[in-house]
């Protein structure tokens, strides 16, 4: 395996704290930019989803669903309620 270097600039104080929640779990920076990067090409896509939080119909605050970017962007919707596509499965459970 070849090696690459990639250089980030950052705010100072953000990566101080990122290395020490790495550190706390045995990585340091280097590993946890290359986890990053191989769950990325992994999924082809973030291994993560953007959005932002918002109160739901009981008030309570939670995350919002978003579409992940990328093939299925615009094709597929994700239920507001988890259990809301197994509605059609009930008569069969």
Known sequence: MSTANINVRTDAAL??????????I???LS??????????????NLP??????HVNAEGNIAEKRVSRYGAWK???TLPEHFDEP???FKEYM
């Open 86 to 88: 197994l509605d059609d």
């Open 48 to 53: 993560f989803v953007i959005g932002t939080a």
């Open 31 to 44: 590993t946890a930019v290359n986890l990053f990067l191989k769950q990325t090409v992994k999924a082809n």
């Open 15 to 24: 990566k101080a704290q990122a290395q020490q929640i790495f550190e706390s």
């Open 74 to 76: 615009g094709k597929y």
């Open 26 to 28: 045995g990585f340091d």
